[in-house]
């Protein structure tokens, strides 16, 4: 019984010096997870302020790609509204001409007759001062010479 006994003794005593290195061991294990744990922790803090930093950064460069494109876009506006204009101005003219230039030659033939209507009656109006010239100095001359008689 003793020898019995003394043999359960060591036997518990070796049971409790495994049990001591392995609660040891897995102490040993958490401690190690738990130092682990903390670093992740702080490597998950440094990347989400990288990750925050970035997309102020992104959302900044957005922004103001954003306003400079607007404003590009505001100027091309402009650019083919001007261009717009002035091909429109210039069509403008054009027509114009061009129907201005229709007309004088629709109405030529109509001008033409007009001058050669003003010119038969320029040569009339000739004919008949010349006549009425060539009366008024006969009649002159008669008289003169009714006069010197």
Do not use: Y
């Amino acid at each position: 019984l003793f020898l019995l006994r003394f043999e359960m003794n060591q036997k518990l005593l070796r049971q409790k010096v495994d049990f001591e290195k392995s609660i040891k061991n897995h102490q040993t294990t958490i401690g190690e997870l738990l130092e682990d744990k903390k670093l992740l922790s702080e490597k998950l803090e440094a990347l989400l302020s990288d990750i925050r930093t970035k997309e102020t950064k992104f959302t900044s460069r957005v922004h103001n790609l954003t306003k400079t494109n607007e404003i590009e876009l505001r100027k091309q506006k402009e650019i083919i509204l001007a261009a717009e204009k002035a091909r429109r101005e210039k069509w403008q003219a054009q027509e114009c001409k061009a129907i201005k230039d229709r007309t004088i030659r629709g109405m030529e033939p109509e001008i033409k007759k007009m001058v050669d209507r003003h010119n038969t009656e320029k040569r009339q109006l000739q004919v008949q001062h010349e006549a009425e010239l060539q009366a008024s100095t006969s009649s002159f001359v008669c008289r003169l010479q009714f006069s010197l008689m």
